[in-house]
């Protein structure tokens, strides 16, 4: 429970500003630009006509998909879910590199407490604040999903297309768990979590110009899409699937990795 409650509180400030900043990125998008949006269609689709494709596509810009909720909540989620896996991947990175980086995780591993728990107490800690982000965010997204008179009979797919944030963190928190304890040295736990979201993004870019699925297997920014969600009501299952592999895989052998390493004293 200690080191539960010093993992929490060493990184709640930073998980506020990063908590904040996509409630707030959100709030803006949605609230205002979504009707701006609306009421400018004939400017707007002039405006994208002179892009080329590839650029449109790269940054998630479908002109026939844009001028509905569904389209624009999905076209604001590219760049929600790049802020929201950056954060998954900082908070999970600093927690399981923090004694690693001030050189003093053999004093931690001498305390009477097994590496499963010190690694169950890291991983909770790190999953409690996403949880407590997504709550918010969900909530957040019922309220501004109600004051734009959206159809009420769709706020469960709502809710449900809210939830491809925490999915998308959790992918990104396993991956960053992975590279924590599999990495020698981490200077830069930031520079590294952004390194990992932009990576995201680059490879999301691609699937969108090359049209290709099977790069998408690879491209974890695009396993869950909320426009699949308010189209058919969940979530497309091949994907969905190598998320729940990867989450799986990345977790059994981050703690394998954390209980059977031979940690010399520094």
Known sequence: MNIFLYEVKSQIRTSVIWAASIFFIFVIFMSSMFNIFMQSQDAVIKAY???PPAFSAAF?????QLFTYSGFYQFLNTYIAIIGA???SSISI???SREKRSKCIDFLLAKPVSRGRIFTAKLFSSLSLLLVTNIL????????YNKNAQDPAQTGRLIWASCSLFLTQLVFMSIGTLYAVFAKKIRSVSGV???FGF????ISALVSMLQEDVIRFIAPLDYFKPMSVFATG???AEYAITAALVILVSFVLSYWKFCKTDTPAV
């Open 234 to 236: 969940g979530y497309e």
């Open 86 to 88: 950056i954060m998954a």
């Open 193 to 195: 979590a952004t390194a």
């Open 94 to 96: 600093a927690a399981f």
């Open 137 to 144: 965010f969900i909530i957040i997204s019922v309220i501004v």
């Open 199 to 202: 990576a995201g993004f680059i």
């Open 49 to 51: 006509s002179g892009l």
């Open 60 to 64: 998630g810009i479908v002109i026939s």
